[in-house]
Each structure stands twice: as structure tokens, then as C-alpha cells.
């Protein structure tokens, strides 16, 4: 059996909304009214965003908005503050792409990209933003939340590889450990394909936090596609001796994980037996499958008991009596001559695609 290839949850996000600052203008006052309002400057500056980034190495610029921007500037904010992002996209991007100043560039494009991710044009909106950023105009708290945006833009249009670039970048620039960008890290690669270095990252993220279950189930899934069934397996088992496998799919991973490891089935009923037991996989098709391959994999170890076992849980399940046909051919190899032929008649009464086997067995004398 398979593994079964959860998606990851991502810990990548677009910043949206409270992200967007209001513009910064040139103080064109004079220096005798700037003596005035001098407590009242300071008091806005108390109030100025604490910086998110403290440990980042990049100089955050001084440049200011024009007089001469100003009006345009006004505009684009007032139309993205209304949600008309049609608007925002029609005065942002020429006037990004005339101005001279960095910061009216910067705070264009962002603007813009923002716009463009609303109207469900990502290849655009990732255009934008790193415009924004090569801009590099902005305050270190919008810079770096452009660039979380470009990294969730570009892991909506499946860049992963531009992605990655661009969240090594974000990390050596930020000096950050918060977990989430860890754990974006960790998803971005196992969304590329690297899942050695995602279990790797997954795995350190689990070991200081193990009561995570996202963390958890994620390790598993790359553990899973890097064929480590041992390691993911181990894991799962643990978190079920401690009752945090509270979902169907989390007991699939498992019993999946241990199918897959030589002579593992037996482990694997004794998961989905758990399951059932519990009320957390339901009696359906799904739970019909995994019994029919443990059934399978018990009659291939010469367990004829357990494969009859298996198969009669197994066939009632089914949309079609195949295991039911499988459940009379072990009979078969049982010598169990009536269960046979009643076996085999379930078979042909649901259905399958050898009939004549099915009437062989079934009027077996």
C-alpha cells in the first residue's frame, strides 16, 4: 500500500490588509514650526511601529514621499482602502514606473501587488512585489513583509525553487528564528521535492515542540516520501500510545506507513482494529481497502487464518465482491469447502471481473 500523501499546511500566507501603512511625506514645515510641534513629534514616534526585525542587517533608508507624488500617492491609498483594486492597479503601477524617489517606487508596487493578488493574478502580483523590494524604499517592517508576500506568491504559482531563494534571503537579511519561518522552510522543501532536508527541518521543529500534531503529521508525510517508513512509523506510534491520533487520516498514515515495512501488517491491523475500536475510522470503503491489503499481505506470509480473517471484514465493505472471491480462494486453500462456496456466491451476487472462477468455486463439490 501507498503512503497516503497528505498535503502539507504550508505556513506561508500573504500579509494583506493591515500590512499597508499610509504614506510618509517630506515635513515641508519650517523649523520654527518644527520647534512648535516638537513634543507632538515625539509622541508619534513613541507610537511608531516597533520594529519586527531587530536583528536584521539591512539599513532601513530615510527616504521620505515627494510633494510632487503626493497627490497620486493619496489616491492609490484611498482606492485600496475602498477595495478598488482595479483602481490601485491603474494609478500604482505608472506612476511606480515614473517616479524617481525609491520610497514612492516601493510603496507603488507594493500597493500594486497587493491589487493584483485580490484580482487572482499572482504572476503579477508576484511581479510587483519584487519590484517593491528591488525598490528598496521601504521601512524594514513593510520590506520584509513584502518579501513574506512575494514568498507566498511565488508558492501559489508553484516556484518553489524561487521561493526557497527568496525565504534564504528573507532569513540571512532578518537573522530571524521565529518557528513559522521554519516551518515555511520546511514545507517549501518538501513542496520542492527535497524531502531528505524537509524531514531534516520538520523533524528539529518536532523535537522542540512534540505535542504539535501539524508538526507531526508533517514530519511524518516527508519522512514518508523520503521512504523512511521506519522513522515516520516510530513516530506515529508514539503519538498513538499517547492518544493524539484523534483522526481517520492520521490512522491511515499509520497503518499506510506500517504496510509498507517487511512483515508490517500485522502491526497494521492491530492500528486499524484501534481505529475502529475507538469510532475514528469509519466502516467504509477506505476501511474496506485496508483490510483487503492486510489480508493480502497475511495470506502471502502463509497466514491463511488472518487472510480469511481480514477478507471476510474486508468484503462487506466492497463495492464489488472481489473480496469476497479472495476470501473463498483462501477457503479454498483451507479446505473449508461450504464457506467456499458461500463466499463465492457473495462474489458473483456483487460482482466481479472473473465470473467463471467465482462459479467454479462456488459449485465446488
Known amino acids: 500500500m501507498k503512503t497516503l500523501n497528505r498535503p502539507l499546511t504550508a505556513a506561508i500566507a500573504l500579509v494583506l490588509g493591515a500590512a499597508i501603512v499610509s504614506p510618509v511625506f517630506a515635513d515641508p514645515q519650517s523649523r520654527q514650526a518644527g520647534r512648535r510641534d516638537r513634543a507632538a513629534q515625539k509622541a508619534d514616534e513613541q507610537q511608531k511601529e516597533a520594529p519586527q526585525f531587530p536583528e536584521a542587517t539591512r539599513e532601513e533608508p530615510k527616504a521620505r514621499a515627494t510633494a510632487k507624488g503626493a497627490k497620486q500617492l493619496k489616491a492609490m491609498s484611498e482606492a485600496y482602502n475602498e477595495e478598488k483594486y482595479a483602481e490601485v492597479l491603474a494609478i500604482a503601477v505608472p506612476f511606480a514606473e515614473s517616479s524617481e524617489s525609491d520610497y514612492e517606487k516601493a510603496f507603488a508596487y507594493q500597493l500594486a501587488g497587493v491589487a493584483a493578488s485580490e484580482a487572482n493574478d499572482s504572476a503579477k502580483a508576484a511581479q510587483y512585489f519584487q519590484a517593491a523590494i528591488d525598490a528598496n524604499g521601504l ?15 511565488q508558492a501559489q504559482l508553484e516556484q518553489w525553487d524561487a521561493a526557497m531563494k527568496t525565504l534564504e534571503r528573507f532569513l540571512a537579511e532578518t537573522k530571524s528564528q521565529e518557528p513559522q519561518y521554519q516551518s515555511m522552510r520546511a514545507s517549501l522543501l518538501s513542496s520542492a521535492g527535497r524531502s531528505e532536508e524537509a524531514s531534516k527541518a520538520f523533524a528539529e521543529l518536532l523535537a522542540k515542540n512534540p505535542n504539535d500534531k ?3 503529521m508533517n514530519t511524518v508525510v516527508t519522512l514518508q516520501q523520503a521512504d523512511k517508513f521506519a522513522e515516520a512509523n516510530k513516530l506515529l506510534l508514539d503519538a498513538q500510545s499517547k492518544g493524539m491520533l484523534t483522526e481517520a487520516n492520521e490512522y491511515r498514515a499509520l497503518y499506510s506507513g506500517l504496510l509498507n515495512e517487511d512483515d508490517g501488517w500485522k502491526r497494521a491491523a492491530a492500528v486499524v ?26 495470506f502471502f506470509a502463509d497466514d491463511l487464518d488472518a487472510a480469511a480473517k481480514y477478507y471476510a471484514a474486508a468484503a462487506p465493505l466492497m463495492p ?6 479472495n476470501l473463498a480462494k483462501v477457503y479454498n486453500n483451507q479446505g473449508k469447502t461450504s464457506e467456499q462456496r458461500a463466499a463465492a456466491k457473495q462474489a458473483l451476487a456483487k460482482g466481479v471481473k472473473n465470473t467463471a472462477e467465482a462459479q467454479r468455486l462456488a459449485n465446488a463439490k
Open 139 to 153: 521601512d524594514n517592517n513593510s520590506h520584509y513583509r513584502v518579501m513574506n508576500n512575494l514568498i507566498a506568491t
Open 273 to 298: 482494529e484501534d481505529g475502529v475500536a475507538k469510532g475514528v475510522l469509519p466502516k467504509d470503503q477506505d476501511l474496506g481497502k485496508a483490510w483487503s491489503v492486510v489480508a493480502n499481505q497475511a
Open 320 to 325: 464489488d465482491g472481489e473480496a469476497w472471491l
Open 214 to 216: 501539524k508538526l507531526l
